[in-house]
């Protein structure tokens, strides 16, 4: 199975920008879509993004749009996610997956997988 492995985070400051960085130990890119989650402490895991098929735009939530960016370097099978303007509510632990192609609509964690080990990602005041 594709193993997805997170990189980059650590200890930023409010305003800051920091680029997590998720590199697949196959092709998976090719035919799935990447996407990124996070859960921060005590809460349930959420939607952060996906990027988008064909003519679709890239999702993203409402919390992170204008902030976040996903993409790729289809050379290296990698994806990142590039953050700005990060506050204390983005501190999370941040996690890579990838969709189906059939799910590229979808926000639900159910429909992605498989999923990286997670990143922290900590944002100071």
């Known amino acids: 199975q594709v193993q997805l492995v997170e990189s980059g985070g650590g200890v930023v400051q409010t305003g800051d920008s920091v680029r997590l960085s998720c590199a697949a130990s196959?092709?998976?890119?090719?035919?799935?879509?990447p996407g990124w989650f996070r859960q921060a402490p005590g809460k349930e895991r959420e939607f952060v993004g996906v990027?988008?098929?064909?003519?679709?735009?890239?999702l993203y939530a409402d919390s992170v749009k204008g902030r976040f960016t996903i993409s790729r370097d289809d050379a290296k099978n990698t994806v990142y996610l590039q953050m700005s303007s990060l506050n204390p509510k983005d501190k999370a632990l941040y996690y890579c997956?990838?969709?189906?192609?059939?799910?590229?609509?979808?926000?639900?964690?159910?429909?992605?997988?498989?999923w990286g080990q997670g990143n922290q990602v900590t944002v100071s005041s």
């Open positions: 196959g092709r998976i890119f090719e035919s799935r879509l």
């Open positions: 997956n990838a969709t189906p192609l059939s799910k590229f609509d979808s926000t639900a964690a159910g429909d992605f997988g498989p």
């Open positions: 990027e988008g098929w064909r003519d679709s735009s890239p």
